[in-house]
């Protein structure tokens, strides 16, 4: 997606006529693309970029055609739901996209460039049940336990896996942002990128010796993950895809059905300090969750120690 300075707008190729300057603040594309340059002024980049994954989606459906906001219908969006199905996505995914386009348009009603005409109303927007994600402590030590020393590479994304298992499921994104300055007197200390959530983590052995196996970099960065000056979004994507990949491997080569990606290892952290009689306000504080709000409530403020306790019961049964 490209804006040229005679004011069309490109999309896979298509070319927009030139609008003038009231209605072309009233289209869908033009409204998004403001969205998503807030978004990344925020320093959202992630939600950013999945709007803007939404926009080239429903883009695609158009033929790169934009659209006035006070057009989009009902009708119009049960065509673009039709098309997703068509194409193989899920009704997850479908519904994905949808709460993101409806998310975008109700900001325009918000601002007034629109009225609400309620062009979502016959499309699904649900939150189904997927696929289990999580893989229990039998996986885990199966994954610990593979010989990979004669392929660096999938002994890395193992490392990585492993890595993020250790620190209670914490996010690759976090990961990969981890500064070497975040680690003081045992303690890892970071800040969640998605909630702004500060967290604490006692430091164990076992994430040592992960960091103890690969040379250390010139950057601010801990982890092998961005490992040299600038683009340092595009290498923690990078990163992340490349693991992912070999981690379908790692899962062959241990015998094992389910699907393993950087996520399992959140679900799996979660899953098993629950099978071990975690209170969930212990498991969503260890987390990082800001939207456990039934167990929030009741929770002031937890003992740090607790957390690190339960991290401990879980990393010992390895």
Same mark, same amino acid.
């Given at each position: 997606?490209?804006?040229?300075?005679?004011?069309?707008?490109?999309?896979?190729?298509?070319a927009?006529?030139r609008?003038s $300057?009231?209605?072309k603040?009233?289209?869908?594309?033009?409204h998004?693309?403001?969205?998503?340059?807030?978004? @990344?002024q925020?320093?959202k980049?992630r939600?950013s970029?999945?709007?803007?994954?939404?926009?080239? %989606?429903?883009?695609l459906?158009?033929?790169?055609?934009?659209? +006035?906001?006070?057009?989009?219908?009902?009708?119009?969006?049960?065509? #673009?739901?039709?098309?997703?199905?068509?194409? !193989?996505?899920?009704?997850?995914?479908?519904?994905f996209?949808?709460?993101?386009?409806?998310?975008? #348009?109700n900001?325009?009603?918000?601002?007034?460039?629109?009225? +609400?005409?309620?062009? /979502?109303?016959?499309?699904?927007? !649900?939150?189904?049940k997927?696929?289990?994600r999580?893989?229990?402590?039998?996986? =885990?030590?199966?994954? @610990?336990?593979?010989?990979?020393?004669g392929?660096?590479?999938?002994?890395?994304?193992?490392?990585? /896996?492993?890595?993020? /298992?250790?620190t209670? !499921?914490?996010?690759?994104?976090?990961? $990969?942002?981890?500064? @070497?300055?975040?680690l003081?007197?045992?303690?890892?200390?970071y800040?969640?990128?998605?909630?702004?959530?500060?967290?604490?983590v006692?430091?164990?052995k076992?994430? +040592?010796?992960? =960091?103890?196996?690969?040379p250390?970099n010139?950057t601010?960065?801990?982890?092998?993950i =961005?490992?040299?000056h600038?683009?340092?979004?595009?290498?923690? +994507?990078?990163a992340?895809?490349?693991?992912? !990949?070999?981690?379908?491997?790692?899962?062959?080569?241990?015998?094992? @059905?389910?699907?393993?990606?950087? #996520?399992?290892?959140r679900?799996?952290?979660?899953?098993?300090?629950?099978?071990?009689?975690?209170?969930? %306000?212990?498991?969503?504080?260890?987390?990082?969750?800001d939207?456990?709000?039934?167990?929030?409530?009741y929770?002031?403020?937890?003992?740090?120690?607790? =957390?690190?306790?339960a991290?401990?019961?879980?990393i010992?049964?390895l």
């Amino acid at each position: 997606m490209k804006m040229k300075s005679n004011d069309s707008t490109v999309v896979s190729g298509h070319a927009e006529p030139r609008l003038s $300057a009231s209605r072309k603040r009233r289209t869908l594309m033009h409204h998004m693309c403001n969205v998503i340059m807030q978004l @990344k002024q925020l320093g959202k980049e992630r939600t950013s970029e999945t709007y803007l994954s939404a926009l080239n %989606s429903f883009m695609l459906f158009r033929h790169g055609r934009d659209i +006035q906001l006070n057009r989009l219908s009902a009708d119009i969006m049960q065509q #673009y739901e039709a098309w997703l199905k068509e194409r !193989g996505l899920s009704m997850n995914t479908s519904s994905f996209y949808m709460r993101i386009l409806r998310a975008s #348009y109700n900001r325009a009603v918000e601002r007034g460039i629109t009225k +609400q005409l309620n062009p /979502f109303r016959h499309v699904y927007t !649900g939150i189904g049940k997927t696929v289990k994600r999580a893989v229990g402590l039998k996986e =885990i030590k199966l994954i @610990k336990e593979l010989d990979l020393s004669g392929n660096p590479s999938l002994d890395y994304a193992r490392d990585m /896996f492993l890595f993020s /298992f250790y620190t209670r !499921g914490m996010s690759f994104i976090d990961m $990969a942002y981890l500064r @070497k300055t975040d680690l003081k007197n045992g303690i890892l200390c970071y800040r969640r990128r998605k909630t702004r959530q500060t967290l604490y983590v006692k430091w164990e052995k076992c994430m +040592q010796r992960i =960091i103890d196996k690969y040379p250390p970099n010139d950057t601010i960065y801990l982890l092998p993950i =961005i490992t040299r000056h600038g683009r340092d979004r595009q290498q923690y +994507q990078n990163a992340l895809r490349l693991i992912n !990949g070999k981690l379908k491997k790692v899962a062959v080569m241990a015998g094992m @059905k389910a699907r393993l990606t950087m #996520y399992v290892s959140r679900h799996s952290w979660a899953s098993i300090a629950h099978a071990k009689h975690i209170p969930l %306000s212990i498991i969503s504080e260890g987390m990082g969750h800001d939207n456990e709000a039934t167990t929030q409530i009741y929770l002031a403020s937890l003992d740090k120690s607790a =957390i690190d306790r339960a991290n401990e019961l879980i990393i010992k049964s390895l």
